[in-house]
Each structure stands twice: as structure tokens, then as C-alpha cells.
């Protein structure tokens, strides 16, 4: 069964830090790319960070760069995202995305976990 399971989501006040994890588990985790999304209310879903399977690189949205850093370790399935310096406009459900590339592409979907920033 596939699964990905995000957390570390809360209430953190403007220029709080908060690490999210997304463990994997059902798949070959280190042959997938995996990827962050988030969608605030009335927006549409949002891809803010990337990780090769390898480790890297990584790519990010401008929004995001030089605040939030993706890195994963391979060994425990797992995916991270460091975020520092956090504003009321990172608020949303953060989600993270594996893709695996074979025949076809793949794309299996954790179920989220809510960023509230806010004072």
C-alpha cells in the first residue's frame, strides 16, 4: 500500500522556523523525485521545491528561495522541508508529491498538513 505521510504542520507566529517530514512507504522512495506543493485558500496548488532522487540538486519557487530548504535521506524514506523566516503568505496545506518516471509517469500524493503563520 502507497503511502506518504506528512507531518510537522502548526501555528508559528512571522519569522518562526517549523520542519516538515513526509515518510514514505509502499514504493521505491529513492528511485522517485519528490517534490512539495502547498495551496492556500482559493489558490491553486502550488510546486515550491523540488529534490532529485539522488539528493541533488534541488530547485525552488522564488517565493520560497534562500528561506526553505528540501533535503531527504534516502535510508529512512523520508523527505524534509526546512522553513525559516516564515510569512502570513506561506500559510496553506503543504503537501508532498512523489514522482517515479518509468513507462508512465507516476505521481503519489501525501494527504497535507496545515502552515498557519500568523501573529
Known amino acids: 500500500q502507497v503511502q506518504l505521510v506528512e507531518s510537522g504542520g502548526g501555528l508559528v507566529q512571522p519569522g518562526e522556523s517549523l520542519r516538515l517530514s513526509c515518510v514514505a512507504s509502499g514504493f521505491t522512495f529513492s528511485r522517485c523525485t519528490m517534490n512539495w506543493y502547498r495551496q492556500a485558500p482559493g489558490k491553486e496548488r502550488e510546486l515550491f521545491a523540488a529534490i532529485t532522487s539522488a539528493g541533488g540538486p534541488t530547485n525552488y519557487a522564488d517565493s520560497v528561495k534562500g528561506r526553505f530548504t528540501i533535503s531527504r535521506d534516502n535510508a529512512k524514506n523520508t523527505v524534509y522541508l526546512q522553513m525559516t523566516s516564515l510569512k502570513p503568505e506561506d500559510t496553506a496545506v503543504y503537501y508532498c508529491?512523489?514522482?517515479?518516471?518509468?513507462?508512465?509517469?507516476?505521481?503519489?500524493w501525501g494527504q497535507g498538513t496545515q502552515v498557519t503563520v500568523s501573529s
Open positions: 508529491n512523489a514522482v517515479k518516471i518509468g513507462w508512465a509517469r507516476i505521481d503519489y
